[in-house]
């Protein structure tokens, strides 16, 4: 049980000009169950490592109070567990219970409590595995449940959750959530921040809204807080329940096939695969983890060979995967699932300016190219900047951003819209939409079903022995 | 993940089930020994020593050959750079390859050398081939009172090092999607291998930050004084081991000197 109370509580990161966080007064009492709402940038995960005394006084400037239980909460360690997105750097051991037992060892627990309390928060979570289950041998959404239970085995009376689900996938997501409601009690004070609403909703009580210029916007329960600010949360990029996108299909019929696998298997990855996408049509690949999507995705790409079958693209003799790099990002463009691996270059012109030059173009047409990209992604003001400092939002639009400017007619996209606020989502299906309209053909390997019932023109569900039959296509 | 968990050693024999610390300390003072000296008859008697005891090490011959496998390279290398410039060419001629006499004293060094790779890096090979790196950080940490933050530390870097391999081929492959490719040109190979290389760096030096960040909200700079879950017990078989281990150096050692092959580095 611990309570916190935030006075006209400020923090700048050293060497920023802007406050993170600012002005925020708020009192969470003993047992109350919190989201933490706000666009982005509103300073949100700065406020939970403040809380979870992770900011190092010489890391910053801070104003104002912050005090749980009445401590400084660098002081109050102890009684506070934080769980961050990533469970792969959250994980420490080799063995799920060591993994466990990490924390109790740290806060010197008598090692004869140390297995009790590892069983115990194990069951509690729902952790299906014994305490021997190698920790690399977990899915995300499992090793995310094992990553809870490191926290709660630290008996923790204030629980802060930093977009637990953001790197999962839904069956993964549902875990996460269905373990928290488990294992915390209403002796547990809980702060979650959480932009896809609906998966934090059944879990608290009280929903906080912070204002970006600093302090609260909105404070109350969460039917008030939704009837009276839904709308604007919804515009500022918050996954609010009840603001279904409208479906944008395709109003054209689509090209002859851009691509064609047939009966292409990658071994250990993928079964074999007879699949086809034309221009002007958004193909959705979909199916549970393990599936193959991202490597179908790869060979679709020309990133990969078949170990058999046949893939052809662009009625080219030769397989995509034996193109050279210049004529495969002109044809077709990859986007892959996290846009860190894509930035080749330091700064987000040279980023965007770097396909059209491999391809040849003149220095004014890569002038011209790039600055239209930059305008339409909104990437403007971000020229110069270092594309490894972007958001996640911007990373992806300048991951796509970066496919499109060699300007290939087939587009093929690894999780698009994974861990996207409502606003990026928005401006990427906009985007892919006009794209589609355009002749571009689209395929996207994706878990989001609102992208699928947004977009999508035809679904192929992996897993399944033959893909859904195509209703609205016409062979030449 | 590529990281295989299978256990290569049986974990009941005798000499895997002693305390990781003392097999590493074992291995050292036997093969630092083997060093003081440059004739080949001292690391051949010891690597035949080492033959004898694999089997209380419950580790297959094979599974040490392949993870010997890359000592060949150097091996290779050693040979060709004694027979190209070994300054003593003593012994029978053999062969002469232009310019390069290659004579008995010639291959006898180089032999001598190779031997004294293999026989210094096989007790490291068949330690670790042995050892849980868990119970090597816990044994250091418990038993060497090595400081649990840098033990426990390079244990969790460690777990990391597989997803370098993952990440390096998304890497590949999402800079040929960029139109990035190096074609026949040799400086362009090496352009893109740094850039990747580069690229790799950046994204393991910020998951080394998280993961530092989740540890110490764990507790792990709580400078409470840890307690142990996993002990790990240093008993009188082990200090044998040890005592046993540089006892054999020593042996070998005195062996070669009585029968006049010992030939000191200095």
């Not at chain 1, 109350?220 to 918050?238: H, Q, R, S």
């Not at chain 2, 006892?247 to 006049?260: E, F, Y």
């Amino acid at each position: 049980m611990s309570d916190v109370q935030l006075r006209d509580f400020g923090w700048r990161h050293a060497g920023r000009r802007a406050w993170a966080v600012r002005g925020l007064d708020l009192e969470v009492r003993h047992g109350e169950r919190v989201l933490l709402l706000g666009p982005s940038g509103a300073g949100k995960s700065t406020l939970l490592a403040a809380l979870a005394g992770l900011l190092p006084s010489d890391s910053g400037e801070s104003e104002g109070t912050i005090r749980i239980d009445g401590l400084d909460p660098r002081k109050a360690r102890e009684r506070v567990g934080i769980l961050f997105q990533d469970p792969q750097t959250q994980i420490v051991m080799a063995r799920s219970g060591d993994d466990v037992a990490f924390g109790p060892e740290n806060r010197g627990v008598p090692a004869g409590e140390i297995w009790p309390r590892v069983s115990d928060v194990l069951d509690r979570v729902g952790f299906p595995y014994s305490i021997n289950r190698p920790t690399a041998a977990l899915s995300g959404g499992e090793a995310q449940r094992l990553a809870l239970a490191g926290v709660l085995a630290l008996r923790p009376g204030l629980l802060l959750l930093d977009e637990p689900t953001a790197n999962l996938d839904p069956p993964g997501a549902a875990l996460i959530r269905d373990a928290v409601a488990r294992a915390t009690g209403p002796e547990t004070t809980l702060i979650i921040v959480e932009h896809r609403v609906a998966e934090a909703l059944p879990l608290v009580d009280r929903v906080v809204v912070l204002e970006p210029g600093g302090g609260v916007r909105a404070d109350g329960t969460p039917e008030l807080i939704f009837a009276a600010y839904g709308d604007k949360l919804a515009d500022e990029g918050v996954w609010v329940p009840g603001f279904p996108a409208a479906p944008l299909k395709a109003t054209s019929k689509a090209t002859p096939d851009l691509v064609r696998a047939t009966r292409a298997e990658v071994s250990g990855r993928l079964g074999p695969v007879t699949i086809e996408a034309g221009g002007g049509e958004v193909l959705a690949v979909t199916g549970p983890n393990g599936a193959g999507k991202s490597t179908l995705a790869l060979l679709l790409g020309g990133l990969l060979a078949p170990t058999s079958g046949r893939v052809e693209a662009f009625g080219d003799k030769r397989p995509p995967h034996r193109w050279r790099a210049a004529t495969l990002a002109g044809r077709i463009g990859s986007v892959f699932q996290n846009p860190e691996h894509q930035f080749v270059t330091s700064r987000v012109v040279d980023e965007l300016a770097l396909g059209p030059r491999r391809l040849g173009r003149s220095p004014a047409d890569v002038e011209r190219i790039v600055g239209e990209l930059l305008e339409r992604l909104r990437l403007t003001h971000l020229a110069e900047a270092n594309p490894y400092t972007l958001s996640g939002g911007e990373a992806r639009r300048l991951s796509v951003a970066t496919a499109l400017a060699t300007a290939p007619r087939l587009l093929v996209l690894d999780e698009p819209t994974f861990g996207q606020d409502r606003r990026t989502w928005r401006e990427l299906v906009d985007l892919l939409a006009g794209l589609r309209d355009d002749g571009h053909g689209i395929i996207a390997v994706t878990h989001d079903d609102a992208f699928v019932r947004t977009l999508a023109d035809r679904t192929v569900p992996l897993g399944a022995p033959e893909p859904d039959p195509l209703p609205r296509r016409t062979r030449p | 993940m590529t990281l295989s968990f299978a256990p290569v050693a049986d974990p009941s024999a005798p000499l895997a089930r002693r305390n990781p610390v003392a097999k590493a300390g074992a291995a050292l003072l036997f093969s630092l020994p083997l060093i003081a000296t440059m004739d080949p008859f001292t690391p051949a008697v010891a690597l035949a020593v080492e033959m004898l005891v694999l089997p209380f090490f419950g580790v297959r011959l094979g599974v040490v050959a392949r993870r010997a496998a890359p000592l060949l390279l150097a091996a290779v290398g050693v040979l060709i750079t004694m027979v190209l410039f070994a300054a003593d060419r003593g012994g029978e001629l053999l062969v002469s390859l232009g310019p390069v006499d290659v004579t008995t004293g010639v291959l006898s060094t180089a032999g001598a050398l190779v031997l004294r790779i293999f026989a210094v890096a096989l007790p490291g090979i068949v330690v670790f081939a042995t050892t849980d790196p868990t119970d090597l950080a816990d044994a250091l940490v418990q038993n060497a009172k090595a400081p649990a933050r840098f033990a426990i530390g390079a244990l969790a870097a460690f777990r990391l090092v597989p997803l370098l391999g993952d990440e390096w081929r998304s890497l590949s492959l999402a800079r040929r999607a960029r139109g990035v490719d190096a074609g026949r040109n040799p400086v362009a190979t090496v352009r893109l291998f740094a850039s990747t290389a580069f690229a790799l760096l950046v994204g393991a030096l910020r998951r080394g930050v998280r993961l530092a960040v989740a540890m110490d909200a764990r507790g792990f700079d709580s400078g409470t004084p840890r307690t142990y879950a996993r002990r790990q017990h240093f008993t009188p078989a082990d200090t044998a081991l040890l005592v046993l281990s540089l006892l054999a150096a020593l042996l070998i050692l005195a062996a070669s000197m009585a029968l006049g092959f010992f030939h000191p580095v200095v």
